[in-house]
């Protein structure tokens, strides 16, 4: 019978937050990815920075986050306490779900970090740079096939708009997706495919061996450490990163908002949180105010562009 | 200095207490999480990750992989006696498990199942070790269409495996095959057949569904008989322990089960319910007893237990040697690596021998602690048995209800549930199988997605799917393993088939 006991324990543990806490923080996916690792990341650091006395972190998986972000703006109205990860991923999903909730229904606070996409080939591919790779691209576009994430992912998106920018239409892009960057990068690396997309992270080691080769990223400048030109200077004006973001719930007054904007930003300067980036090798893209909202309306709406350009939303 | 030196040295690292402690914490974490349905040791591992800042990489990882390991073999000690699987790689062993706990053989088929984890684990843990780089290799050789040809070989075998009528085999697969359509199309990004139902936009989750048609669609039968019931269960019959028949069948199908595993495992695009599959229709087909599957036989408890195992050993070659993750519990081992700086790949074995070998020491050291763990509790296990049976039953739906709400706190997954049972409850007064439907499930969407990867690949040509030699060899064993009988059946209208089943003796 202890299993019972055991079960009941273990379920309501993961169901209900505790109410003695100072922040809520909702990760809109199960436990292990990039939104779960950021929430409980800024767990650690609002705890042992003291900006918060104890902070839970709950997971509502599904969907891109249009799961975790219905629930969080009907269930959280007004509650100051209460914030949310999320990121550029649930932009597009948002759209290819046609989710009747959107981020004008909760309160973005920040932009707190992000990644740049990269452009791989096997080492023993011919395609030597981006150049090569435009050139195949405009011979036959069906025939360069792009392994990456999943289906309306930053991945997807970043391989149409290089398309886009290279003058090829963005609907005959050949983008394979492939559950997780686990399964694309061994397709990559077994030849399946003839380019791969997808966050620096995911190939970094197999980069290190030489295994695989960067054409360029997806960054505004070039980034120390990794040897390869910006798809900017490669002729091809796509600039894109994989952001991930915090905010509060609908409803807050001026100054609740005020309030933890204040917080996020002590969290964001802190040395436990800056720590945490070095050793998870996530690039500090911190950016919060008007400028953020500014840069968001900018994203959702060059999103749905090329969303509606690949087809994927009508 | 050579791997086995380097194993050596692991195991020395392995063996200083602290870090035996660690993989005591994390295999009996295991174990109990693996018991719980619902809450997988990807979950577990995930809600640690925070805890494990404090402690050196060394030990969490040790932890992490006891966890791993224990929670593979806790998941069968819920299927084999209250046919509640607990995780997806343990739904077949629920199939041959439950029926031999039911006729008092539950001791026999805990013991198998843990020996066969034992020496599955040992031997795919051995493997790992020494020819890791090799298996790499083959892996990656596998792309969509060699995925797409191994998907349908294991179409093929495991449908002729469950039950006795083919038609009502096929019917229940059919019905996998369409649940599995439900929700986004992974390589468009569309909604199908989800209704405008957020929650369905993820499809439909296996281990929801296996509880639904094990645990709530039993639970409901024997409910609906009331005391017209048949006996009562008998919890002991014979000895706890395997006889020297039990043992004489069941090392085979580990070793067997092993072989089929670890490969598997080992791939990308694997996971081990394919294995577990795989090793129950081979086993099947392989059995002196025919007879007694579907009644309770030990193989196929052994086999299948065995491959869940070795294939949990098998996702750790691409996790160490490239950097892949090819479970929810290796992509979280990464998180966990990643925590401590390290990136897991082909440099990883080059720059921190001493970890990569002080793991794979302490995997062996883990699985020899899960056996001295477990074998006592084989006793005390079956006990539970006797429990009277509206008790049981009542505390086999309290259980699943909490399971599945523990793993995803949501009011529509619960009616999920509860509806799947009926429909189980159903398929069971009419006598059609309920493995099937798991199998399509699982089954479906791979082949599904492989084949149309493939066929994007190549721009619709679909003669690719034949010109990959390793597709056409598999493909060629489906057709053969398709075909064959329906040929014998013809020729000596079943005379051959039953002739050679009885020369096999």
């Keep these: 019978m202890k299993h019972f006991f055991l079960a009941s324990l273990l379920a309501g543990a993961i169901a209900l937050p505790a109410a003695a806490a100072d922040y809520s923080i909702m990760a809109p996916a199960a436990p292990g990815g990039g939104w779960d690792q950021t929430a409980r990341t800024m767990q650690t650091a609002l705890q042992t920075e003291k900006i918060s006395g104890k902070v839970q972190v709950m997971n509502v998986p599904g969907a891109g986050g249009t799961i975790g972000i219905a629930q969080f703006a009907s269930q959280q109205k007004g509650n100051a306490n209460a914030l949310m990860v999320g990121g550029y991923v649930m932009v597009g999903a948002i759209l ?155 409803g807050l007054t001026p100054e609740q908002k005020k309030a933890v904007t204040a917080d996020v930003e002590k969290l964001v300067k802190s040395k436990t949180w800056q720590d945490s980036l070095k050793t998870k090798g996530w690039i500090d893209t911190y950016l919060s105010g008007p400028e953020f909202d500014a840069q968001l309306a900018k994203d959702i709406a060059a999103t749905e562009t090329i969303l509606k350009d690949i087809g994927l939303v009508k | 200095m050579s791997t086995f030196e380097f194993l050596l040295q692991g195991l020395v690292s392995a063996m200083e207490p602290m870090n035996l402690f660690y993989a005591l914490i ?200 009331g005391e017209a019931a048949p006996d009562k269960i008998e919890a002991i019959r014979g000895s706890v322990w395997m006889t020297a028949q039990d043992w004489g069948r069941s090392w085979k199908a580990w070793l067997r089960g092993t072989v089929i595993g670890f490969p598997i495992g080992a791939m990308p695009a694997g996971g081990a319910e394919i294995g577990t599959f795989l090793s129950y229709a081979t086993e099947k087909r392989l059995s002196k007893h025919p007879e007694e599957f579907g009644n309770g036989a030990i193989e196929g408890v052994a086999g299948p237990e065995a491959a869940n195992n070795a294939s949990a050993a098998g996702t750790l070659v691409p996790l160490l040697t490239l950097g892949l993750p090819t479970s929810a519990t290796a992509a979280i081992m990464l998180a966990g ?122 721009q619709g040509d679909v003669t690719v799917l034949f010109t990959s030699p390793i597709a056409a060899v598999l493909l060629s064993v489906a057709a053969i393993a398709l075909v064959l009988p329906l040929i014998l059946r013809a020729r000596g209208r079943g005379d051959a088939l039953s002739q050679m089943a009885a020369s096999e003796d």
């Design chain 1, 96 to 250: 290819t779900n046609k989710s009747p909730v959107t981020l004008k229904d909760v309160t973005p606070i920040a932009r707190l970090t992000g990644e740049y996409e990269v452009i791989v080939v096997p080492a023993a591919s011919e395609i030597k740079t981006v150049a090569d790779l435009v050139a195949k691209l405009k011979a036959n576009p069906g025939a360069v096939s792009w392994g990456g994430g999943s289906a309306g992912g930053t991945d997807h998106i970043t391989a149409g708009l290089i398309a886009k920018a290279a003058g090829v239409d963005p609907t005959k892009v050949n983008y394979i997706a492939f559950s997780g960057g686990g399964e694309a990068l061994a397709a990559i690396l077994g030849g399946q495919v003839t380019a791969g997309i997808s966050s620096y992270g995911e190939f970094e080691s197999q980069v290190k061996a030489g295994a695989l080769r960067v054409l360029a990223i997806s960054s505004e400048k070039k980034l120390e450490g990794i040897n390869a030109p910006t798809l900017k200077e490669s002729g091809l004006d796509v600039v894109i990163q994989n952001w991930r973001m915090v905010a509060a719930a609908p």
């Design chain 2, 26 to 225: 994390g295999v009996t974490l295991g174990t109990m999480v693996g018991v719980l349905p619902g809450i997988g040791p990807a979950t577990t591992v995930a809600l640690l990750l925070p805890v494990t800042y404090q402690l050196d990489a060394t030990g969490s990882l040790i932890m992490f992989a006891g966890i791993y390991y224990g929670g593979m073999y806790g998941g069968s000690t819920t299927s084999i006696l209250l046919n509640t699987p607990g995780e997806s790689a343990s739904i077949v062993t629920a199939l041959e498990g439950n029926k031999m706990a039911r006729a008092g053989r539950g001791g026999p088929a805990l013991a198998t199942a843990a020996i066969g984890s034992f020496v599955a684990g040992l031997i795919a843990t051995l493997a790992l070790a020494f020819i890791a780089p090799y298996i790499v290799k083959l892996a990656l050789v596998f792309g969509p269409r060699e995925y797409f040809a191994l998907m349908v070989l294991a179409f093929v075998t495991v449908s002729s495996a469950f039950g006795n009528s083919t038609l009502r085999g096929l019917t229940s697969l059919f019905i996998g095959l369409a649940l599995s359509l439900v929700g986004i199309d992974q390589l468009t990004g569309q909604n199908r057949l989800s209704f405008g139902v957020p929650d369905l936009l993820d499809g439909i989750e296996v281990t929801t569904m296996a509880v639904a048609m094990f645990a709530i669609g039993e639970t409901l039968y024997i409910a609906a008989q």
């Design chain 2, 337 to 458: 690596f990643q925590q401590y700086g390290l990136q897991p790949g082909p440099l990883l074995f080059a720059t921190n021998p001493q970890l990569v070998w002080g793991l794979i020491a302490s995997l062996l050291i883990a699985n020899l602690m899960l056996l001295v763990l477990n074998l006592p509790l084989v006793g005390l296990w079956v006990k539970l048995l006797t429990i009277p049976k509206p008790w049981l039953y009542a505390g086999i739906l309290v259980f699943a209800t909490l399971g599945t709400i523990g793993a995803n706190p949501s009011v529509f997954e619960l009616g999920m549930l509860l509806v799947f049972g009926l429909v189980a409850y159903i398929m069971r007064v009419f006598d059609y199988p309920i493995a099937p439907v798991i199998v399509g499930l699982i089954l479906g969407p791979l082949a599904e997605q492989q084949l149309r990867r493939a066929l994007a690949i190549s």
